[in-house]
């Protein structure tokens, strides 16, 4: 009688095993399938973002670099070709330091968005 109930109850043990490990399983794998739906989705949102154009007079890809100007007292970006707009701004040359100006003066070179706009934020008021 013994043995008949601890074979029952081993084999209870066995499927109470079993059942937390398919629990698990499924969990596990539902949880991995939304972080990557997540992660899918936040790499979209980065690429949407990143192959945005910026507008004023003329137009800026990605790979653009940028030229600062001095226009009648005032910095100006210009795209890579020197000649199209990209932003006008209120920054006057006379504020900024003597070797801003003087780079401006020559067409300061920008290499990208994140430089270009650290620049503008350092010298407006």
């Keep these: 009688m013994r043995n008949k109930y601890g074979i029952g109850f081993l084999s209870i043990v066995l499927i109470l095993a079993l059942a937390v490990t398919f629990a698990c399983q499924?969990?596990?794998?539902?949880?991995?399938?939304?972080?990557?739906a997540r992660l899918l989705a936040a790499e979209e949102v980065k690429k949407a973002q990143a192959e945005e154009t910026v507008t004023a007079d003329g137009h800026a890809l990605k790979e653009d670099c940028y030229y600062l100007k001095n226009v009648n007292g005032y910095v100006v970006v210009f795209l890579s070709d020197k000649k199209t707009a990209y932003e006008y701004t209120d920054i006057l040359c006379e504020e900024l330091p003597e070797s801003v100006r003087e780079e401006i003066a020559n067409g300061k070179y920008i290499e990208n968005q994140e430089e270009l706009y650290g620049f503008l934020e350092n010298y407006s008021s």
């Design 26 to 36: 499924y969990s596990y794998r539902a949880a991995r399938q939304k972080m990557e």
